[in-house]
């Protein structure tokens, strides 16, 4: 096929296709290079035998943070549930806000129902989010207590290899960032998947 071409056009399609090997030989490169940068600090503290191997724990330390490591898990899973039962309560509000309505001449009037449900989600999120900040409280006194007890050797070990658990909050809670612009007009205005 390149033969046919013309002399100009055989170069420019070599060129091309050198090019695209270029291309794709950085860009295995750098998907390597992100996946190993990625793998550093993969050992979660909740995953206790693995941590306890990458530390290199004694008896003696293990039964100190053995217990503290076992209650932040049970504090993350808490916290996974807890974020899941308030993200099916809010899917449940939306297809509720989404049902058609009934006027009042046939027999509807106002639908104070998806008003109370409403204000019964806006509760739920604020005592979530408190709890939520309750745990992040208690999950850093755990991990400073079992800082406490390593030496120097297994601290940096644990600063280096050892990932922390984050609770992160459901995407119906994160801030967007047209919020601040929310009422301004001549901007975007708030949608009904807005929380």
Request: glycine content about 4%; overall charge positive; proline content about 4%.
């Amino acid at each position: 096929m390149i033969h046919n071409l013309p002399h100009w056009r055989q170069r420019q399609s070599i060129n091309n296709s050198n090019d695209m090997r270029k291309f794709s030989l950085r860009f295995i490169l750098f998907s390597l290079i992100i996946v190993s940068l990625s793998a550093c600090g993969s050992t979660k503290l909740i995953d206790i035998p693995k941590s306890t191997a990458v530390l290199s724990l004694s008896e003696k330390q293990r039964e100190i943070t053995h217990p503290k490591m076992e209650v932040i898990r049970d504090l993350v899973e808490d916290y996974k549930f807890e974020k899941s039962e308030l993200s099916a309560a809010y899917h449940r509000y939306q297809s509720n806000s989404r049902l058609s309505r009934v006027s009042r001449y046939e027999g509807g009037g106002p639908n104070r129902g998806i008003r109370r449900e409403w204000n019964e989600l806006r509760g739920e999120a604020r005592s979530f989010i408190r709890q939520r900040q309750e745990f992040i409280k208690e999950i850093a006194e755990l991990v400073e207590e079992i800082k406490a007890n390593l030496s120097p050797e297994q601290l940096a070990t644990f600063e280096a290899e050892i990932k922390l658990p984050e609770l992160e909050l459901p995407e119906m809670l994160k801030r967007r960032r047209n919020d601040e612009f929310l009422f301004i007009p001549g901007s975007r205005m708030g949608t009904r998947d807005d929380f």
